[in-house]
C-alpha cells in the first residue's frame, strides 16, 4: 500500500485543518489507518486510528475530543479532521496502514504498520 498524506498547513491558534491520506496499490484488501506525528527533536506519537470500515477509531489523550477521523472506502481516502488547534500540536503528520479486518482492533504503536506516508507538516501559530 502506497500513501499520500496531504492538507497540512499554517494555521493560528484556535482553527481547524483537515488532513487527508490517500491510498492506492493494494487497497483491495481492508487496512487500518493510524495517523501519528512527529515534532521536531520528539519522537514520533500516536494520534488517531481507524479500523477497516471505520467503526472503531482511537485517539491519543492529548487530542481527544478536538480530532477526529474518518474514511471513505470508495476513494481510497483517509482523514484528520483537526480542530481547536493549539501550538503544541505542531509537527510533521503522518499516516500508517496495516492490512487488518478486524472490527475490534485499532492499532496504536508506531511498530505495529508497515506502511507509511511522506508527512505533511502542521503549523500552528500562537
Known amino acids: 500500500v502506497q500513501l499520500q498524506a496531504s492538507g497540512g498547513g499554517l494555521v493560528q491558534a484556535g482553527g481547524s485543518l483537515r488532513l487527508s491520506c490517500t491510498a492506492s496499490?493494494?487497497?483491495?484488501?481492508?487496512?487500518?489507518v493510524g495517523w501519528f506525528r512527529q515534532a521536531p527533536g520528539k519522537e514520533r506519537e500516536f494520534v488517531g486510528a481507524?479500523?477497516?470500515?471505520?467503526?472503531?477509531?482511537n485517539y491519543a489523550d492529548s487530542v481527544k475530543g478536538r480530532f477526529t477521523a474518518d474514511r471513505d472506502n470508495a476513494k481510497n481516502t483517509v482523514t484528520l479532521q483537526m480542530s481547536s488547534l493549539k501550538p503544541e500540536d505542531t509537527a510533521v503528520y503522518y499516516c500508517a496502514a496495516i492490512h487488518s479486518s478486524s472490527n475490534y482492533v485499532v492499532y496504536t504503536r508506531v511498530s505495529d504498520y508497515p506502511y507509511w506516508g511522506q508527512g505533511t507538516l502542521v503549523t500552528v501559530s500562537s
Open positions: 496499490g493494494r487497497t483491495a484488501s481492508a487496512y487500518a
Open positions: 481507524i479500523n477497516w470500515n471505520g467503526a472503531r477509531t
